[in-house]
């Protein structure tokens, strides 16, 4: 599994994000301050964004690839979070 992870500010706030991706069986599991917001079983889907919210703030992760790479995006207001 890959994991990845965010620090986003929202309204003074700092949230961690993290996201476990099963990239060869495509689960995913996205938490934000260690609290399951997003618990996805097996999809084969090669491309996708999860909508969920932080704070009652619109945020997305887009998961994408072209091949054995693979991107990853944490969206917050449409505007893109730097992953560290």
Same mark, same amino acid.
């Given at each position: 599994m890959a994991i990845k992870a965010w620090n986003v500010?929202?309204?003074g706030t700092r949230h961690y994000v993290e996201?476990? $991706?099963g990239?060869?069986?495509g689960k995913r599991l996205i938490k934000?301050?260690?609290?399951?917001?997003i618990d996805?079983?097996?999809?084969?889907?090669?491309?996708?964004?999860? #909508?969920?919210?932080?704070e009652d $703030? #619109? !945020?997305e992760i887009e998961i994408s690839t !072209?091949?054995?790479d693979?991107?990853?995006a944490l969206k917050v207001n449409n505007r893109v979070v730097q992953q560290f």
């Open positions: 500010d929202i309204s996201l476990d $991706h990239m060869m069986s934000v301050d260690d609290q399951v917001v996805e079983g097996m999809s084969m889907s090669w491309g996708h964004s999860i #909508p969920f919210e932080i $703030h #619109p !945020a !072209a091949g054995f693979w991107d990853y």
